[in-house]
């Protein structure tokens, strides 16, 4: 079974940076895409970033480009989303999510990290 563990979360002031990471286990991560989502309060989770993992590809949402890269590390099996120029917009619980290449749904999700960026 697929666990992902997110870390990295806190508490950032505006224009700060912060670094999520999320643990993946239990797959063959070749065959995965990863995503990154945010939840909001009393908002809808919303997408933010993703990556595939055999090739390395990303795409973001476009409140995000430019302020957030998702990386990986194979060796550790570990998605990464480095933030950066932190507003308080992109206070949210995010989630690290997978699935398979071959799906469109994301079928395994992490438990979430609270990231409160202040004024």
């Known amino acids: 079974q697929v666990k992902l563990v997110e870390s990295g979360g806190g508490l950032v002031q505006a224009g700060g940076s912060l670094r999520l990471s999320c643990g993946a286990s239990?797959?063959?991560?070749?065959?995965?895409?990863m995503g990154w989502f945010r939840q909001a309060p009393g908002k809808e989770r919303d997408f933010v970033a993703a990556?595939?993992?055999?090739?390395?590809?990303?795409n973001y949402a476009d409140s995000v480009k430019g302020r957030f890269t998702i990386s990986r590390d194979n060796a550790k099996n570990t998605i990464y989303l480095q933030m950066g120029s932190l507003k308080p917009d992109d206070t949210a619980v995010y989630y690290c999510?997978?699935?398979?290449?071959?799906?469109?749904?994301?079928?395994?999700w992490g438990q979430g990290t609270q990231v409160t960026v202040s004024s």
């Open positions: 239990g797959g063959i991560f070749s065959n995965y895409a």
């Open positions: 999510a997978a699935r398979r290449l071959n799906r469109d749904t994301y079928d395994y």
């Open positions: 990556l595939s993992w055999n090739d390395g590809r990303t």
